[in-house]
């Protein structure tokens, strides 16, 4: 079984930062892409940014130049660091990772994590 379990959110004022992670823990075999999503209450889904094995990385328009994305393929963990936070940025932020379980199987599947609030307010 694997659980993707995420860290870090909170409370910011306007224009400061935060760190989050998610950790794969449990029958990790290898890692292919891992990402962030975020909902905010009314809205739909969006994906804020991704990052494949071999770290490319990509990013929501409305997250460029302000949030970095990086992993530790040691740690099977992947961050989301967020600079210059805005109020629209407020949301409930969720990792998710293609995983593939075993050595016999080549199949990835989708995980998800259970998410973590981020608010920015002053």
């Known amino acids: 079984q694997v659980q993707l379990v995420e860290s870090g959110g909170g409370l910011v004022q306007p224009g400061g930062s935060l760190r989050l992670s998610c950790a794969a823990s449990?029958?990790?075999?290898?890692?292919?892409?891992m990402g962030w999503y975020r909902q905010a209450p009314g809205k739909a889904r969006e994906m804020v940014a991704r990052v494949s094995r071999d770290n490319m990385a990509k990013y929501a328009d409305s997250v460029k130049g302000r949030f970095t994305i990086s992993r530790d393929n040691a740690k099977n963990t992947v961050y989301l660091q967020m600079n210059s936070l805005k109020s629209d940025d407020t949301a409930a932020y969720y990792c998710?990772?293609?995983?593939?379980?075993?050595?016999?199987?080549?199949?990835?599947?989708?995980?998800r994590g259970q998410g973590t609030q981020v608010t920015v307010s002053s």
């Open positions: 998710d990772a293609f995983i593939r379980v075993t050595r016999t199987s080549a199949t990835y599947y989708e995980y």
């Open positions: 449990g029958s990790v075999f290898s890692i292919n892409d």
